[in-house]
């Protein structure tokens, strides 16, 4: 066992081992949440039993069966397949372009505290290191906690309709997320070897190449790949708010009541969704063992 | 030490493999660019920025009078209610679901091996097992919205459609993370409680569980985060709260009651992200 | 090469870790510092190495006064500095020889400390390093894949890599089979003596630190409590060295027998008397 930081021997046997008391707050207040929800969301499940809505799902059932399987349709669909794929790749391209630098500012590790801040000066730390530090944590919690569909309506406003503000809306949204994430795995990265490297005299990128890098660029690319396969689940249905892909031709076929077009739209989503998940995995396979 | 003469091992080759997939993945990133018409010089130029700074403008000074913040309140307190709702039924979909979807508990195993099963018996339950994946499939990859949708079509308007959606969604992806921690689960304990002569049923309810809760605890907690958000935004398809009342305000031109239901949004989030982070810590 | 004038440090919560300490180490010098846990120790080599400013007293480096050092400065200084730690610190996902190539970063520009990231350069001054600690065959292996006694021979070849003036080792063998112990200490003590390196090495094991170092300084409280030979150290002189720490005294029971167990295993090094 590593020995603790002041060195002190750890008491192994506290004095006393009470018996742990019901968490009798918790349970109440839980219950209490769930009584009052229910009531607000006006959860009805005799609803779902109600002959109209068992009604709309056999008309559908049988309206959507067999899905629309011409080569005229499923030609028709192409572009908007092609266009979700681009438009998830491109979003979490700027994503990273977003969440890297201002996850690295909001390290604490990299910008204020720590063992590579020893010797400089207190007011240097903090314009140099804490107002970056909490400007960056602002702008990437403003950024993660506003959906990615407010924003894509806000950048319809903004720059016009089409899929490019679906890129902006996924790149925001998923930067402010990518950047905290970023930000975790640096703060957790072990600190030893970058002090080894600080002690020997190398200079802070020498210590960033050979101490940080190795041990946080596989965790980031691994990350990154996962957040794709939330991307491309995300910009699937910003085309419902109108940013083109599949989402937007659900929403068509929806309208005009076309069910088996539907199902069809739903299969195409599921196999691009399957896809993109099985590549993703195995990439991240491979990075777990270089 | 190796005995022998020592001899330095051979220097490793990158894998042709992974040159193949970084290729891929620039030529993936290239295709998209130019098929996605990224026009980021004209965003960034004097005048893209310059009609991102007018629209910033217009959202300004975020409207806070009286009837303005009640709807924003009950928006913000019905989004609460959704995404609490749909977050617990969630896990009481995934538990079984869970169960269902471990081989290792369904017909392999230890727990298998003292008494193995009928031949039929376990042909029956590879079947369950399989249906059960399919099923979870189902349930995750259609997104939240998706669901909504559906979920509207059937039951009508209003904040429930809501609940279900995020029930349903979140049932298959905590069904399949769930069951991520029941394959991993300690086997030791478990092979204990089967020489007392335990039934399964026991077996599962003393041995699995107790080892799984923490971290059941953890993913349900940590999706309930992921559902505030959902559910804010589940309202533009009707499903209520405050995503049907972003939806209007855009529809109408409203800006500066979208900002105040933006900042809603944003404490909303927060509160519950700082609660789960705390119950978190708590619990597990 | 070394001389501490009253060298203090004091941490940010009141902690006093080393409280006026004056010291003199001459070059190619070889001491073991002993003392209980939370004595010190630690922030004493830190200090030593660098890496952290002392709050009182001089700390001077071959007569310069450390603390005029500008950044640039003090890095070069403390180039010239090599530390094995008692964890290692390589980096695991690392090949043995970029952990072993990385005692050059002192020196090497930064990209050249990238490119060499990409391919290694200067692979025959890593292997030579590794031989002489015995591991060159896992030239490489990942560093993860070796065993513990081996990830610290890595990192004394980093520090041959590094070929620095003085040496210091903060409890290098405290995470190592206590066999292993004795061949790393003596590896350490070979190396320094081959290269009239200053070597100065902070051992949790009394044993060791008496039977392999020609000058014992024992640190208790922050301060130094003696700065002897092992011939002139008693056993009252631990004992009151320990007092209060119960698991450390306990090591020292083969003492009050009034022996040294290890006393044959102490080799006076040519050109040190007895």
């Not at chain 2, 040159?19 to 620039?26: D, E, I, M, V």
């Not at chain 2, 303005?68 to 609460?80: C, I, Q």
């Not at chain 2, 935004?233 to 855009?250: D, E, K, N, P, S």
């Not at chain 3, 709050?55 to 400065?73: I, Q, W």
Request: aromatic residues 8%; charged residues 15%; proline residues 6%.
């Amino acid at each position: 066992m590593a020995p603790t930081p002041s060195g002190a021997p750890v008491d192994r046997f506290p004095a006393s081992v009470s018996k742990p008391a019901f968490p009798w707050l918790l349970t109440g207040a839980f219950l209490l949440t769930l009584w009052a929800s229910l009531r607000l969301a006006e959860v009805d499940p005799g609803k779902l039993l109600d002959p109209d809505a068992l009604g709309n799902v056999a008309r559908f059932a049988r309206e959507s069966v067999p899905p629309d399987l011409t080569p005229h349709f499923l030609g028709l669909m192409l572009r908007p397949l092609v266009e979700t794929v681009q438009i998830s790749v491109m979003g979490t391209v700027i994503a990273v372009l977003i969440g890297l630098p201002l996850g690295l500012l909001a390290t604490s590790s990299l910008t204020w505290s720590g063992i590579l801040h020893e010797r400089q000066t207190r007011w240097g730390r903090v314009l140099l290191g804490l107002m970056p530090y909490a400007v960056s944590r602002a702008v990437l919690s403003a950024f993660r906690s506003i959906p990615e569909y407010v924003w894509a309506f806000m950048f319809v406003r903004a720059v016009g309709l089409g899929p490019f503000p679906g890129v902006l809306a996924i790149g925001v949204a998923y930067g402010g997320i990518l950047g905290k994430v970023y930000s975790e795995i640096l703060e957790n990265v072990d600190p030893r070897p970058l002090e080894a490297l600080h002690a020997q005299g190398a200079s802070k990128a020498g210590i960033v190449l050979y101490g940080v890098l190795p041990q946080t660029v596989p965790l980031f690319v691994s990350y990154t790949l996962y957040r794709w396969e939330c991307a491309i689940r995300a910009s699937a249905i910003l085309g419902f708010v109108g940013a083109g892909g599949l989402g937007q031709q659900v929403e068509l076929s929806m309208r005009m009541f076309q069910f088996n077009e539907v199902l069809t739209l739903l299969m195409l989503l599921f196999a691009l969704v399957a896809a993109v998940d099985f590549v993703s995995a195995r990439l991240r396979g491979r990075i777990a063992r270089p | 030490m190796t005995a022998g003469p020592a001899k330095t091992a051979p220097r490793p080759r990158a894998g042709a493999g992974t040159w193949a997939a970084l290729a891929g993945l620039a030529a993936l990133v290239v295709w998209s660019y130019q098929g996605v018409d990224v026009r980021l010089g004209e965003l960034l130029g004097p005048e893209g920025l310059g009609q991102i700074a007018a629209y910033v403008a217009r959202l300004f000074p975020p409207d806070l009078s009286a009837p303005a913040l009640r709807s924003a309140a009950e928006g913000a307190v019905e989004t609460f209610a959704i995404s609490f709702v749909g977050s617990v039924l969630a896990v009481v979909i995934a538990l079984p679901l869970a169960v269902l979807t471990t081989r290792t508990l369904l017909y392999r195993g230890i727990l298998y091996e003292g008494q193995a099963l009928s031949g039929r018996g376990r042909l029956a339950r590879v079947a369950i097992y399989a249906a059960a994946r399919a099923l979870l499939n189902v349930l995750r990859t259609i997104p939240e919205v998706l669901w909504a949708l559906i979920f509207v079509f059937m039951v009508g308007l209003g904040p429930f459609p809501g609940v279900l959606a995020l029930a349903v969604h979140t049932g298959g992806v905590l069904g399949k993370l769930f069951g991520e921690v029941l394959e991993e689960v300690e086997p030791r304990p478990v092979e204990a409680l089967m020489s007392t002569g335990a039934s399964r049923l026991r077996i599962l309810l003393y041995g699995v569980l107790p080892q799984a809760a923490p971290q059941f605890i953890a993913y349900a907690l940590y999706r309930w985060e992921v559902n505030i958000r959902a559910a804010a935004v589940m309202g533009f398809v009707g499903a209520g709260g405050l995503g049907q009342r972003i939806h209007i305000a855009i529809s109408l031109f409203l800006e500066n009651q979208l900002l105040t239901l933006i900042l809603t949004i944003y404490l909303m989030v927060t509160l519950v992200d700082w609660l789960s982070g705390h119950l978190r810590r708590r619990l597990v | 090469m070394y001389e501490l004038h009253e060298l203090s440090k004091v941490f940010d919560g009141g902690t006093v870790a080393v409280d006026g300490v004056s010291l003199t180490v001459g070059r190619a010098e070889q001491a073991a510092v002993i003392g209980p846990s939370g004595a010190g120790k630690t922030t004493l080599f830190r200090l030593l190495n660098l890496t952290l400013r002392p709050t009182a007293g001089r700390l001077l480096l071959d007569g310069v006064d450390t603390a005029r050092l500008g950044e640039e400065a003090l890095r070069r200084q403390r180039g010239r500095i090599g530390t094995i730690y008692q964890h290692h610190n390589l980096v695991g996902r690392l090949r043995v020889v970029h952990n072993v190539l990385a005692g050059n970063l002192g020196r090497w520009s930064t990209p050249r400390a990238f490119w060499s990231l990409a391919r290694p350069r200067d692979t025959g001054q890593a292997e030579q390093a590794l031989a002489q600690v015995g591991i060159p065959e896992k030239l490489y292996a990942r560093t993860d894949e070796l065993s513990g006694g081996q990830q610290q021979r890595v990192a004394v070849a980093r520090v041959l890599v590094q070929d620095p003036d003085v040496i210091l080792a903060d409890e290098p063998v405290s995470s190592v089979d206590p066999s292993l112990a004795v061949t790393i200490v003596t590896l350490l003590r070979d190396l320094a003596h081959e290269s009239r390196k200053t070597l100065l090495v902070n051992l949790h094991s009394v044993d060791l630190a008496l039977a392999y170092f020609p000058r014992i300084i024992g640190v208790r409280e922050g301060r130094v409590a003696f700065d002897l030979s092992p011939d002139k150290i008693t056993e009252e002189l631990l004992r009151g060295l320990y007092a209060g720490h119960r698991d450390e005294e306990r090591q020292l029971e083969p003492f009050s027998h009034g022996s040294n167990p290890f006393g044959r295993a102490c080799r006076p090094l040519p050109g040190f008397g007895q």
